[in-house]
């Protein structure tokens, strides 16, 4: 137990000593969690920026007693809309540049300063295709405010009285969903790059070969390797979990236990695999590119910073055949739904027997020479 105590002390301070392994392991997830953190986790805020083109413009002189400044200041008190006065080509130009939400046109007044008799006054309402779904929000709140101007001018009686009610659902922010994928991620990156480079370069460099040649058990030395890795992958899922929760106000739901079982069982999993990858390759750096191989397709593939079903159809069945898929449904729904693993049984026992798999056949061709 001391010798593999000291392996796993050895193996942890050479880790930590060594100024690259800190970066991808510590410094990169943490310079990911603020990227993602500044863009996905400040509080949503809804502003529609409009432009304003009539006789309120700059430039253009007001009929007086036209509906024009009464429209430009209706809108100019909603919270939520940004108005900003521009002649028409340049609101155009700004519209079609994604700088503008909507674009509205009230048509020339007559002399007498309003649509004349049996006339109704022009709105033109311009929005961007590219932004459909925002142009039409925007649009909708501009309708409503023409809709009260003009029940307040004519008087017309109100038909109906629609109350709005709130209910106390959870706020769930993009942020939120990203989390517990990137700490997914984070597991399955130390397990297949980091074990299998380590023990693929302590062969290249005959250290294995070293370790048969002492009274010391190999199946010892190679307990405490693991063991460190394991520690690390713990300690890195803590640190973007600290972050991600304290650093930028992630909202977690569900148990912090169940995602640190998740976190050990991943850990252990992938672990597994890496250790395969390490009697596959030759060298260490054969080993790296081994596992970019089943990193890259697994981590944007599986869910990590987008939902899965929003892969075509042909994808589905290699999405649902990844390794790592299960561990980021199991991890997101714990940690946004507040969920128990047992809905999430099946796919972690599939987890598990990816490692058991994996530690059979790396147990089967692990040479230490």
Partial sequence: MRGFLAVAAMSFRVWWR??????WGVILPLMLMGLLGSAFGRPESMTFTVAFVGPAAPGAGNVPGSLEPVIRQALGAVPVLKVVDEPRAQALAAL???????????????????AGAGRLLRVDLYFDEAHEQTGQAAM???QEVLRRIEQAM???PRLFSVSTHS?????????????????????????????SWSIADYRERRVLKRVLATPFHPMGFLG?????????TLLQSALIFAVGVYGFGAKVVGSVWLLFLLAALGSMAFLSVGLAISTLAP???????????????????SGTFWPKDIMPAFMQPIVGVLPLTPLIDSMRAVATEGASLAPYAGGLAYLAAWGAVALAMAAWRFRWE
């Avoid at 540049?97 to 007044?109: C, D, I, S």
């Avoid at 209910?167 to 074990?195: C, E, K, N, Y």
């Avoid at 405490?224 to 690390?232: A, C, D, E, H, S």
């Fill in 154 to 156: 004519t008087g017309a």
């Fill in 140 to 142: 909708a709140v501009v």
């Fill in 96 to 114: 079609r540049k994604g700088n503008r939400t909507l674009v509205v046109e009230v048509a020339p007044a007559t002399p007498d300063g309003t």
């Fill in 167 to 195: 209910v106390s659902g959870r706020q769930f922010r993009m942020f939120d969903f990203l989390l517990p994928g990137v700490m997914a991620m984070s597991i399955m990156q130390t397990g297949l790059m980091g074990v």
């Fill in 224 to 232: 405490g390797l693991l063991t460190r890795f394991t520690l690390v």
């Fill in 283 to 301: 060298t260490a750096e054969s080993a790296n590119i081994l596992g970019s191989l089943l990193n890259f397709p697994m981590m944007f593939l």
């Fill in 18 to 23: 060594d100024r690259s392994s800190a970066f």
